[in-house]
């Protein structure tokens, strides 16, 4: 099987020879060049053509998102973002990752561990190789919905990999007396306070961070704080949000699994639950828990994922109720979760 070939594009030296180091350890990639600027990399991308492009954020003369508007126009292909783990690195990323850039990773700090790091760069380097590449040409656009009544449902939403721009997508239709709903995205724990403010901006809904104890409401958006818990539903004088330690589940903290599972527990069948774009099997035994419980169940379709690996694990488990495109999983959700259903 042929090996990713991968274009390693960063200011720094040391930065451009750890990665490529690290990318070189897996036996499925070869890094086959490294650029310093966007102006070499421009070059290196028409002789190499490689499969997936590293990307750094922050870069003299053009920064990563400027080249990125460039490739995504001209040449739509792969590419990860490394960024530093900073309030204005996590602002551009969400940036980029609304451009199309598939994936994300932290630079390596003097508080985190370079090693594991890296590896993530190239696990993500991998998924990137097999994403469906969106442009915005592809996308429809979204009118908010007026006419919705709230049946007391709640909606519980899960994602990863492409998350990013399905959920604005879907929040865009979000009005005002939207269902309760709680979100699980897979992200750095200092990119999901910056996500939440974004999604407020699109969303005729109050998006906010979930904190525990908030008290579920309509109207209102949670998303779980990456990194250090996980969200879940609970009743207690009402649904509230509960973060709770403890490990990774299905390889991740937060877990989607975890949320799904409470709200099948809490909730049973009051709940709508989507599944959307992202890498592994994150959420499908939670989704599948809650269709038994009676809820219904929603998975983004192949064609409008950037990696059907989640979606495809639930559907394939029975989880998935009905598969549906990005353009429409919003209306369906709140549809399914309308009083006039």
């Excluded at 904190?211 to 958006?221: I, N, R, T």
């Excluded at 490990?247 to 069948?269: E, T």
């Excluded at 989880?319 to 009083?339: P, T």
């Amino acid at each position: 099987m042929a090996r990713i070939r991968v274009l390693v594009v960063d200011d720094s030296a040391t930065m451009r020879g750890l990665i490529t180091a690290a990318l070189n350890r897996d036996p499925e990639i070869e890094v086959v060049g490294a650029a310093g600027d966007p102006f070499e990399a421009r070059g290196m991308i028409k002789a190499l053509n490689p499969d997936v492009v590293t990307l750094d954020i922050e870069m003299p003369n053009m920064n990563g998102i400027e080249f990125l508007e460039k490739i995504m126009r001209l040449r739509p292909m792969p590419v990860v973002m490394v960024s530093s783990l900073t309030q204005a690195g996590a602002e551009m990323t969400l940036r980029a990752l609304e451009l199309g850039a598939v994936d994300c990773v932290a630079k390596p700090t003097l508080a985190t561990n370079t090693a594991d790091t890296l590896n993530e760069v190239a696990a993500k380097v991998k998924a990137a190789a097999r994403a469906s590449i969106r442009t915005k040409a592809d996308d429809k656009p979204q009118v908010r919905r007026k006419d919705y009544m709230p049946s007391g449902d709640i909606v519980a939403i899960g994602s990863s990999t492409g998350g990013v721009e399905a959920l604005l997508s879907i929040l865009s239709l979000f009005p005002e007396t939207c269902p309760p709903t709680v979100i699980t995205q897979h992200m750095p724990a200092t990119f999901t306070a910056s996500f939440a403010a974004r999604l407020d901006r699109a969303s005729g809904a109050k998006v906010q961070e979930a904190a525990d104890g908030a008290l579920l409401e309509p109207g209102k958006v949670y998303v779980a704080p990456g990194g250090a818990t996980h969200l879940e539903v609970v009743r207690s004088a009402g649904l509230r949000c509960r973060l709770t330690q403890g490990d990774p589940v299905s390889g991740h903290r937060p877990s989607v699994d975890v949320l799904f599972n409470s709200v099948a527990q809490a909730v049973g069948d009051k709940a709508v639950g989507a599944i959307l774009t992202g890498m592994g099997r994150d959420g499908a035994q939670g989704l599948l828990a809650m269709r038994k419980a009676g809820a219904r169940t929603l998975g983004q379709d192949e064609q409008s994922c950037v990696v059907y690996g989640m979606p495809r694990t639930a559907f394939e488990l029975g989880a998935v109720e009905k598969q549906v495109s990005l353009s429409s999983i919003g209306q369906s959700i709140l549809d399914l979760a309308s009083a006039r259903r």
